[in-house]
Nanobody, 125 residues
Framework: QVQLVESGGGLVQAGGSLRVSCTASGDSFRQYTMAWFRQAPGKEREFVAAISWSGGNTNSADSVKGRFTISRDNAKNMVDLQMNSLKPEDTAVYYC??????????????????WGQGTQVTVSS
């Protein structure tokens, strides 16, 4: 089992950057594919990006390609999402998720076993 805690959300102007982080505790972090999802008000939760246990494979949604970068540090049990060129439509609660022995190609929330509590990201126009 793993516990996930997100941090780093906040308010930023359109065009700006923000970095959100997720710290894991519990079972071996290396066993998990990690991902970020987001949920905007009145919308379904959607996949943002995922990274394999080694960090060698990443996958991201078309809507964030070229703007968002997912990375992980297995020594620190952390996964980050660097968000650049933010747009108002990126406003959402961002969730960290973990899939035991999963794949970076997992894009459905039902593929993931553990979730953080979420961190709010608000992009003003």
């Amino acid at each position: 089992q793993v516990q996930l805690v997100e941090s780093g959300g906040g308010l930023v102007q359109a065009g700006g950057s923000l970095r959100v982080s997720c710290t894991a505790s519990g079972d071996s972090f290396r066993q998990y594919t990690m991902a970020w999802f987001r949920q905007a008000p009145g919308k379904e939760r959607e996949f943002v990006a995922a990274i394999s246990w080694s960090g060698g494979n990443t996958n991201s949604a078309d809507s964030v390609k070229g703007r968002f970068t997912i990375s992980r540090d297995n020594a620190k049990n952390m996964v980050d999402l660097q968000m650049n060129s933010l747009k108002p439509e990126d406003t959402a609660v961002y969730y960290c998720a973990a899939a035991l022995y999963g794949s970076s190609y997992y894009t459905l929330d039902r593929n993931y076993d553990y979730w953080g509590q979420g961190t709010q990201v608000t992009v003003s126009s």
